[in-house]
């Protein structure tokens, strides 16, 4: 007799859903991986554009070229903060995928382990009742020497 678990496709489909939050898991992760090299990008533009402005004061510049590197520096300053919060976001959404893997792990383990307390009561008996059957033999055939 083969072992059949009744709950079979409740442990198949935690199974799925925890495969499922891997993958957005690893979404995730991808994506917060592009926000901060994109925020990195920023701010080392930001660093060469503070360059560009620091030499311009030192040298001899027009009031307009100056005026043009801080248009471009604010800007810039929006664009980080911008990217900063995308960046939080990120973050908080890898957090939360993190938190549902970990749900999905400890559901996909707690039915795996019924399934295993199935399989070994299942075991169990069958080693039984073939223990059963060798003892009625034995008997028979004791029963039939006398």
């Known amino acids: ?6 709950l079979q496709k409740i442990v198949d489909l935690r199974e799925q859903e925890r495969m499922q939050a ?8 991808e994506r917060l991986r592009e926000e901060e090299r994109s925020f990195a990008e920023l701010e080392r533009m930001r660093d060469d ?4 402005m620091a030499d311009a004061c030192v040298g001899a510049t027009t009031a307009a ?6 248009r471009f520096l604010t800007h ?13 976001d990120a973050e908080r959404t890898v957090s939360e995928r993190r938190d ?6 400890v559901e996909e ?21 073939e223990q059963k059957e060798i003892d009625d033999l034995a ?3 004791d029963a039939d020497r006398r």
Request: with cysteine; hydrophobic share 45%.
């Open 100 to 105: 549902d893997l970990r749900g999905r792990l």
């Open 22 to 29: 891997e993958w957005r898991l690893a979404e995730a992760l």
């Open 65 to 70: 070229h100056l005026s043009v590197v801080g």
């Open 76 to 88: 810039l300053d929006g664009r980080i903060r911008r990217k900063r919060a995308e960046l939080e």
């Open 1 to 6: 007799m083969k072992f059949r678990f009744p």
């Open 49 to 52: 554009v503070c360059r560009i």
């Open 139 to 141: 008997c028979a055939h």
């Open 109 to 129: 383990r707690i039915w795996r382990n019924a399934r295993n307390k199935a399989l070994e009561r299942f075991r169990s008996e069958m080693l039984r009742a």
